[in-house]
């Protein structure tokens, strides 16, 4: 059976090394609002998803929409000390990149760790000119309207939802030194990841 080739955004988190042992409690939290931050940037950012209205329910686990397409996957996970795990995301369209983007821009601020963009925007690049209807990629997750953090959980903009596991995170005991972005080719066989194609994809830097 021939391969089928998936471009794909590839996000490499590794934690530091300084860090107190790792409880299971603390890592799968992480991984429950990483992805979780995602998913609520997604679907308040991409057009297909306008029908969707975040509320309060969107956090619990099996609230949220995106399609299997759209989801955030796990391409590795080391499971040894550091943690390192390594995401994925569809790169077929600009949302991904958009989304993406804005969740490298709460990392970057949390962590207080540089993150190589290049590869997000000329990604974005592309596809916009493919797309002209789509706009260029965000500055932050302040444009999900204004957040009212002394209101009630009912009636708030994307942005208190996304604010409230922003938090989470920060106050996470699992801490990142190092998150970089590449996009790739993977290829799929029978519904899964049995390589990657690296000729024309850009590398992580220790990877040059």
Do not use: C
């Amino acid at each position: 059976m021939a391969l089928e080739r998936r471009p794909a955004f590839l996000i490499r988190l590794i934690a530091d090394e300084a860090s107190e042992v790792v409880n299971l409690s603390d890592l799968s939290a992480f991984f429950y609002d990483t992805n979780l931050l995602y998913e609520l940037i997604r679907l308040s950012d991409d057009e297909k998803y306008g029908g969707y209205r975040i509320s309060q329910f969107s956090l619990y686990r099996n609230r949220r929409k995106l399609d299997t397409e759209d989801q955030m996957f796990v391409y590795r996970l080391r499971k040894e000390s550091p943690v390192e795990a390594i995401l994925g995301i569809s790169a077929l369209v600009i949302s991904a990149a958009t989304a993406l983007k804005l969740l490298v821009d709460v990392f970057e601020k949390i962590w207080n760790i540089p993150v190589n963009r290049r590869i997000l925007l000329a990604t974005a690049s592309r596809l916009e000119g493919e797309n002209r209807e789509h706009e260029a990629l965000p500055e932050s997750a302040s444009r999900y309207g204004s957040i009212d953090r002394q209101g009630s959980d009912r009636d708030q903009p994307p942005g208190y939802y996304i604010d409230r596991v922003i938090r989470r995170l920060e106050k996470s005991p699992i801490k990142m030194m190092r998150v970089q972005v590449k996009q790739a080719n993977l290829l799929f066989e029978n519904g899964k990841i049995v390589g990657e194609q690296s000729e024309f994809d850009f590398a992580f830097d220790d990877d040059e």
